[in-house]
């Protein structure tokens, strides 16, 4: 079992940066792949970043790449994300999640690969 804690959202001006932070508990942390998903008021969750367990692949969503960074510390069971030029369109609940897999050759971008997820945290950026 994995249980992560999202924090960082808040209220940015557009143009702004946060800086989003996700805490997992246990002592299981560097064996999953961590990543990003977003959901907007009426829209469907979607993936925003990925990293896999040992921080040496991230992948991005078009809308996030350039923009957002991905990093994770290990020793510290946390994963983040920067973001950097903020839009009004980044406005959504951040969630993070934790996904395992068997093959290092995939790349897990979309929810179902996840088995862990955080509560969320809300990000607004106004114009």
């Known amino acids: 079992q994995v249980q992560l804690v999202e924090s960082g959202g808040g209220l940015v001006q557009a143009g702004g940066s946060l800086r989003l932070s996700c805490a997992a508990s246990?002592?299981?942390?560097?064996?999953?792949?961590m990543g990003w998903f977003r959901q907007a008021p009426g829209k469907e969750r979607e993936f925003v970043a990925t990293?896999?367990?040992?921080?040496?692949?991230?992948r991005y969503a078009d809308p996030a790449e350039g923009r957002f960074t991905i990093s994770r510390d290990n020793a510290k069971n946390t994963v983040y994300l920067q973001m950097n030029s903020l839009k009004p369109e980044d406005t959504a609940v951040y969630y993070c999640?934790?996904?395992?897999?068997?093959?290092?050759?995939?790349?897990?971008?979309?929810?179902?690969?996840?088995?862990?997820w955080g509560q969320g945290t809300q990000v607004t950026v106004s114009s």
């Open positions: 246990g002592r299981t942390f560097n064996i999953y792949d």
């Open positions: 990293i896999s367990r040992r921080g040496g692949s991230t």
């Open positions: 999640a934790a996904g395992f897999k068997f093959s290092q050759e995939v790349t897990l971008t979309s929810e179902s690969s996840y088995s862990y």
